[in-house]
């Protein structure tokens, strides 16, 4: 193998990923085409050479010093089709594709579909690639919010005020629930479980008769928005109620140790895996130790376990 290609999607973590994926093929005297704007770039032929001094100083980079975009032409037979004349006019002769389930599912088309050999990287603060623990970028989305949070949780104390915090998850609530569980809250709503909101007011406002003056809850962008959420909790119990919404926050920031970590062994491990011919799958690390699992499978919907984690979150507050 002589030349690859690498594409990304953004969250933290992903530059030390292109690092560790570049500095190895160095290793080996591989070539190296970073993909510029994800799967567009692609298909219009849009790619930087990248070696060894490309890539010095972006280890504590958020984001992605390929840039992305969403690719809408990409999905179709068509632009698939382009991507695939592009690799080949390019010689390329491997593919790492570094991103969440979009990015990855793209990646088991040109795999299954076109034989370009390609291997996945798991990158999404959303967590949600099946068949593995943890994705690149996951970590440090949620240290992100928790900071956000410690400071919200201050104001909260301090003017005796109920807070709703809106933070990412459109289809997930792993961020949701895990940042409720380390922040200390009240009460957590995610897109997996349905919302009590009579159950949730009659709460708060039997906490405020035993003295509880201040109130956190924490809701995944896509179960509801936190002004609704709000409007709700001030009409039904006649209390004071401010929101925060966190937004696109969650995704950038410096890389936590975990993520780069983990992104250094994923990324120098998919060359590996590259340079063993083997193609349709996704390192990942199970029980803190290399392994692969096919894209197919990581692509599929990934089930959390909410129940344990909402069960223990009220226990605790």
């Not at 089709?81 to 491997?94: H, L, N, P, R």
């Not at 699992?293 to 990934?302: F, M, S, T």
């Amino acid at each position: 193998m002589k030349r690859i290609g690498v594409l990304t999607r953004d969250c933290s973590g992903i530059n030390a990923a292109i690092r560790a994926v570049v500095r190895t093929a160095c290793f080996y005297n591989i070539e190296v085409l970073g993909v510029l704007r994800g799967y567009e770039g692609l298909m219009n032929g849009e790619f930087i050479p990248l070696n060894r001094r490309s890539v010095s100083g972006i280890i504590d980079q958020g984001g992605t010093i390929l840039k992305t975009v969403r690719s809408e032409n990409f999905q179709t037979k068509s632009g698939q089709e382009k991507a695939v004349k592009v690799i080949q006019e390019k010689g390329i002769q491997g593919l790492i594709v570094i991103g969440g389930n979009g990015s990855l599912t793209g990646a088991h088309v040109l795999a299954s579909k076109f034989n370009i050999p390609t291997i996945g990287i798991p990158a999404t603060i959303d967590n949600d690639i099946n068949g593995i623990d943890l994705s690149i970028g996951a970590d440090t989305a949620v240290n992100v919010a928790l900071d956000a949070l410690d400071k919200i949780r201050d104001t909260a104390m301090s003017m005796a005020r109920i807070f709703v915090v809106e933070v990412m998850g459109r289809d997930s609530g792993y961020i949701a629930l895990q940042v409720a569980l380390a922040g200390g809250c009240e009460e957590v709503l995610v897109p997996e479980k349905d919302m009590d909101m009579e159950k949730m007011c009659e709460e708060i406002v039997e906490g405020n008769k035993k003295g509880k003056k201040s109130w956190i809850i924490i809701v995944a962008e896509g179960k509801a928005k936190a002004a609704d959420i709000a409007d709700t909790i001030t009409q039904r119990t006649a209390l004071e109620t401010r929101i925060a919404v966190l937004g696109h926050i969650q995704r950038g920031g410096r890389p936590t140790a975990q993520d780069r970590i983990m992104a250094a062994r994923l990324g120098s491990y998919a060359v590996e895996v590259l340079r063993e011919g083997r193609t349709d799958e996704c390192v990942c690390l199970k029980d803190n130790r290399l392994d692969t699992i096919p894209l197919e499978l990581a692509i599929k919907p990934k089930k959390i376990e909410e129940e344990a984690f909402y069960k223990l979150i009220k226990i605790l507050t």
